[in-house]
């Protein structure tokens, strides 16, 4: 009797539990229910708000070209063209500017390439330059070399000591020198001969002793040089302020028993007419 009685209550009990179960699980998709159409709602109002703004924009892109069809058309009236027309001068406006483009970069290439040349040319004058006055100053060295190989003597009036040329080649070194002027003569026998501002006359020339004799006629007066040989400075004084004057004689012979020799004269010296 007492197992009859307890089996309604555990069935009771089960479907309590089912129940309660059942119930939760109604609650909780219920809840779930409502939050998906809370998030779809907000989801519609963006979509629609979204096709609003969509909507403005697509009347504010036909307001504005509504706005650039009219100013277009204004202006093709204005300039008597047509639609056509005026893409036509917008596409040649533009050639126009790409064909200035081009140009320009062209122009600026062969500025660059013009810049360039310049540059190694300078270099190249800026090395031959260097080459000049390296040969220059090799020149001026061997010239103050072969200068200083010149002989040096004494003059028969006074202690002072000068270089003297013995030939042609040496009296170009002293021109080179550049401190005196130079005057070459040739003497014949008891001829009287003008040799820079002096003149000159042969007496007497021995070709095997290489002597000879010599006058001077400078400033109306006479300076003889009996005896002399060759390569021996004589010196004399010539001048409103006297400057000192040398005769250098390098050879004496030939048919007419003739001298061959140069003149030495200070540089601030009077020249002679055709010497000026």
């Known amino acids: ?9 555990s069935y009771s009990g089960a479907l309590l539990a089912v129940v309660a179960v059942a119930l939760l699980s109604g609650l909780g998709g219920l809840i779930w229910s409502f ?10 109002a963006e979509l629609s708000e979204a096709k609003d703004q969509n909507k403005k924009l697509a009347s504010d892109l036909r307001e ?5 069809r009219v100013t277009t058309e204004e202006l093709g009236k204005s300039l008597g063209l047509t639609q056509k027309q005026l893409d036509a001068r917008a596409q040649e406006i533009i050639r126009r500017e790409q064909a200035d483009s081009q140009r320009l970069e062209s122009a600026q290439q062969q500025t660059e390439q013009q810049v360039t040349a310049v540059s190694s040319a300078v270099s190249d004058v800026k090395t031959d330059v260097g080459g ?7 020149t001026q060295t061997d010239l103050a070399t072969t200068i200083s190989q010149l002989t040096s003597m004494k003059g028969d009036m006074s202690d002072h000591s000068s270089l003297i040329a013995r030939n042609h080649d040496e009296l170009e070194l002293l021109r080179h020198k550049g401190d005196r002027s130079f005057y070459e003569f040739t003497l014949s026998k008891n001829q009287r001969k003008p040799v820079g501002t002096v003149s000159l006359e042969l007496k007497k020339a021995d070709a095997k002793k290489n002597k000879f004799t010599l006058v001077v006629f400078s400033d109306d007066k006479q300076y ?11 010196q004399f004084y010539s001048g409103k302020d006297p ?21 030495s004269a200070p540089k601030g010296a009077p020249t002679p007419p055709t010497a000026q």
């Open 35 to 44: 939050n998906l159409n809370g998030r779809l709602e907000s989801q519609k």
């Open 1 to 9: 009797m007492s197992v009859l009685d307890d089996t309604p209550r």
């Open 224 to 234: 003889e040089k009996k005896d002399r040989s060759l390569n021996e400075p004589l």
């Open 64 to 68: 504005t070209d509504a706005h650039l």
């Open 132 to 138: 000049v006055k390296t040969d220059l100053g090799k």
């Open 243 to 263: 400057m000192l004057f040398e005769i250098v004689v390098n050879s004496v012979g030939g048919k007419n028993s003739q001298i061959s020799g140069y003149l």
